[in-house]
């Protein structure tokens, strides 16, 4: 249910854009981003999309870098190298955690809960972007855990 929720989020933050955008310009703000490796392998998703000052990036999880090798030790060095990911995916458009305004969570085991969230603070000195999170039945490479975020550009 709450990854309906979080779909739904997403899906109206679209709509008011579209709505509040014509759509000639709205189609020059949109920006895809695929790495060489997403590129080689022909995944069929963008790393990230820029929509004016938001950037959705995809899902991560705690692959190694340039890597389709999960990191071993469980949940907590999953989550460490999933939150390492998302700041280089942040990094990569000047960006830092602190840009961060929405996050979901996807669990292969709601009780690692705690050991996630042990983790997932230390990445966020200011503030907490809003998040929401959910259990699921399997995740890509078996994970443990699998975060996407939305980012906002500041108006600079």
């Known amino acids: 249910m709450k990854h309906l929720n979080s779909q739904l989020f997403l899906y109206l933050i679209i709509i008011m854009i ?3 955008v014509p759509q000639q310009t709205l189609a020059k ?3 895809y981003f695929s790495s060489q490796r997403n590129i080689e392998k022909n995944y069929p998703f963008s790393n990230a999309v820029r ?3 938001l950037l959705f990036l995809s899902g991560e999880i705690g692959t190694l870098p340039d890597s389709s090798k999960l990191i071993a030790g469980g949940i907590k060095n999953e989550a460490k190298q999933t939150m390492d990911n998302i700041q280089g995916s942040l990094a990569a458009h000047n960006l830092t955690m602190n840009d961060l305004v929405k996050c979901t969570v996807m669990l292969a ?3 690692e809960w705690g050991d996630f969230n042990q983790v997932y603070k230390s990445y966020f000195p200011k503030h907490f972007p809003a998040r929401s999170a959910f259990a699921t039945n ?3 490479l078996n994970a443990r855990v699998e975060v996407e ?3 906002a550009f500041s108006k600079n």
Do not use: M, P, R, T
């Open 18 to 20: 579209s709505l509040l």
């Open 29 to 31: 703000q949109i920006e």
């Open 51 to 53: 929509v004016g000052n």
């Open 109 to 111: 085991d709601i009780k």
């Open 138 to 140: 399997g995740l890509a």
């Open 149 to 151: 975020c939305i980012a």
